[in-house]
Structures are given as structure tokens and as C-alpha cells.
């Protein structure tokens, strides 16, 4: 069975301490990818003739212990900070001063990565990333955003410091 149709049957592999692994690159990408297919194909619509629960839905039993979780995100601190954001009306501010769509994005994300879960920048990009739902709740794929977009984004922010903090 081919790597990606067992990433997407959830099948582990057969060898693990024999076979020589994939880079590290490689690796996460092919979980990227896992990934949206795997949303892709959970997102098509329910066949018009299911039949057999209230309102038409077709009702099936989960065993709760197969269950496993594909890439987690967490989105608690990221809707409060967005809304937090929002209030203070800091994405009109930085539209206002001249930043483009992604360049307001990475400094949405900037902001709240800080917030929660303070490091470095790099720090910031891995958790955003990685771990953060952010991206979802701004429709943005942080994954597929480059660091130096993040060190440049906060450049800008840098440099306009004295406009936004007043």
C-alpha cells in the first residue's frame, strides 16, 4: 500500500524500525495534504436519499475509541484575540496605512501569536503553523506563508509604531 493511501486510511506502517523514514519536509507536507483531503472528502454533502433519522439524515454508530485526531488546532485564544482585535478597530488602522490583504494577515497573526503563546518570531510561524486554528478563522494558510514574510510584516509594524499604539 502506497504512503498516502495509508496517511489517509489511517494505517501505520508495517516496519517501523527497519524502513528508513522520510525527510522531515517531505513528511509534513504529505500531512498537509492528508489533511485536505481528508476535509475535502468530509465536506461532501449528505446523498439526497438518506433516509432513516429524523429530517432525512442517515444515523450511524461511532466507536468513540477509534477515533483519532488529525492535526489539532486550538481557536479559543485566536477568537478572542480576533475579536479583541477587531474591536479596537486594528484591522481598518492597518489597511489605512498602506498594507496590503497577506501583509494585514501576518500581522493579525503576529499579534495574537504573541498573545498566546509569546516567543520568538520563528517560535510565532511554528505555532501558527502548526498548532494555531487562526489561519481558518482568517481564511489565510499560514503554513504556506514563509517566515520572512512574518520578519517583514513585522518590520512594517516596526515602523509604524507610533500610529498604532495611539
Do not use: C, N
Request: hydrophobic share 45%; proline share 5%.
Amino acid at each position: 500500500m502506497r504512503a498516502s493511501s495509508k496517511r489517509l486510511s489511517g494505517q501505520a506502517a508495517l516496519f517501523d524500525d527497519g524502513e528508513k523514514g522520510l525527510p522531515l519536509a517531505v513528511e509534513r507536507q504529505a500531512e498537509r495534504i492528508a489533511a485536505r483531503l481528508l476535509a475535502e472528502q468530509g465536506a461532501a454533502p449528505a446523498p439526497p436519499d438518506s433516509v432513516g433519522a429524523p429530517g432525512g439524515g442517515d444515523v450511524q454508530s461511532v466507536d468513540v475509541d477509534s477515533l483519532s485526531l488529525v492535526r489539532p488546532r486550538s481557536v479559543g485564544v485566536e477568537q478572542v484575540g480576533l475579536w479583541a482585535l477587531r474591536q479596537a478597530g486594528l484591522e481598518e488602522r492597518l489597511q489605512a496605512l498602506g498594507l496590503t490583504g497577506p501583509q494585514r494577515a501576518a500581522a493579525v497573526g503576529l499579534i495574537i501569536g504573541r498573545m498566546a503563546a509569546p516567543g520568538s518570531e520563528r517560535a510565532t510561524h511554528q505555532w501558527l503553523a502548526r498548532r494555531s486554528g487562526l489561519g481558518k478563522l482568517l481564511e489565510v494558510d499560514f503554513e504556506a506563508m514563509s517566515p520572512m514574510q512574518l520578519y517583514r510584516t513585522s518590520d512594517v509594524l516596526l515602523r509604524h509604531r507610533a500610529a498604532l499604539e495611539g
